[in-house]
């Protein structure tokens, strides 16, 4: 019988609460006729408070991200992936994930003013389940914040930029030399590295970013594309006979064995675990498509840099 391999999944010290994944499932399952499911979805005030309301927007926000994601898709695959010129940032990885980053929130000022013409004109019975849900989120984060709010993709770009670094730094020293750019392509790839980032995303905000700083060896947070992971918590391994970069098994136990002492700490003063209701993005069942895509985009971008295209320096 193998080993159970290390995990920094659901890590210790969190309180894990399913309500948002259970939401979700609920709001799948509903069933009403379009004008009553517009007054049950879009009531003139979301009365929901506190831990409720938290599980309630993280649920419906998952809708939100599928349906920029469709949206999405269809946009990249009818036109080319427009990116601003000459972006920020000291390395290809970098200029790369501020380079996306803008680009979404130019997509995403797009969708969310499609999404309002869409709706211009039609009665309550014309209103899609869909699109019911999409305006309850933005209605939820008015009440909220004052103004619309958007869940992102940004830190999928941030974290895969920040794997773009490392990969060539941890081909050289552990094999004298740098990657192919499908080597380099395949690392961002493989199946280990989007198992790393899932792993990661069952947990909370919170955890996941004193995770990040732990791999960092700093302190950044996932809006910075200059950070990057230390190289030396990753290894070349093989797989079928090609090589690609991943995280040490002695690491992330090293990081887990952090996070049990972090919790008995915590049980020691009486103070409350953060809570964790993992990342909307793994309710949708998205997440390898849009791995996939962010990968995909990277290659792109550095074969433009490489000819001398977007984003090259000399």
Not at 144 to 166: A, C, N, T
Request: charged residues 30%.
């Amino acid at each position: 019988m193998s080993e159970k391999r290390p995990s920094l999944s659901k890590m210790p010290g969190q309180r894990f609460d399913p309500a948002a994944r259970e939401r979700r499932k609920e709001l799948e399952a509903l069933d009403l006729p379009e004008d009553e499911l517009v007054k049950a979805l879009i009531p003139e005030k979301v009365d929901l408070e506190g831990e409720v309301r938290t599980a309630e927007s993280y649920a419906v926000s998952s809708f939100v991200i599928e349906k920029f994601w469709d949206y999405l898709r269809t946009r990249i695959t009818s036109e080319a992936l427009t990116l601003p010129e000459n972006p920020k940032g000291n390395t290809v990885s970098q200029r790369f994930a501020y380079a996306l980053s803008d680009s979404l929130d130019v997509y995403r000022d797009q969708f969310i003013d499609d999404f309002r013409n869409s709706l211009t004109g039609k009665q309550d019975e014309e209103i899609s389940k869909a699109d019911a849900l999409t305006f309850r989120y933005f209605q939820m984060k008015k009440e909220e914040l004052g103004h619309i709010g958007f869940p992102s993709m940004k830190d999928l770009v941030s974290l895969i930029g920040r794997m773009g670094d490392v990969v060539p730094q941890v081909y050289e020293r552990d094999l004298g030399r740098v990657p192919t750019e499908e080597e380099l392509v395949a690392s961002l790839g493989h199946p280990s590295l989007k198992r790393l980032f899932m792993e990661m995303m069952t947990n909370s905000r919170s955890a996941v970013q004193v995770t990040l700083n732990r791999l960092e060896d700093g302190f950044s947070n996932l809006d910075d594309y200059t950070g990057t992971f230390n190289p030396k918590y990753f290894e070349v391994r093989e797989s079928n006979g090609q090589p690609h970069v991943a995280l040490r098994p002695e690491v992330v136990e090293w990081i887990r064995s952090m996070w049990v002492k972090g919790a008995e700490a915590l049980a020691e003063r009486g103070m409350a675990f953060p809570r964790a209701l993992q990342c909307p993005v793994l309710f949708t069942g998205k997440f390898i498509e849009m791995h996939d895509w962010v990968v995909g985009e990277f290659k792109k971008f550095n074969q433009l840099e490489k000819s001398g295209g977007l984003g090259a320096t000399e």
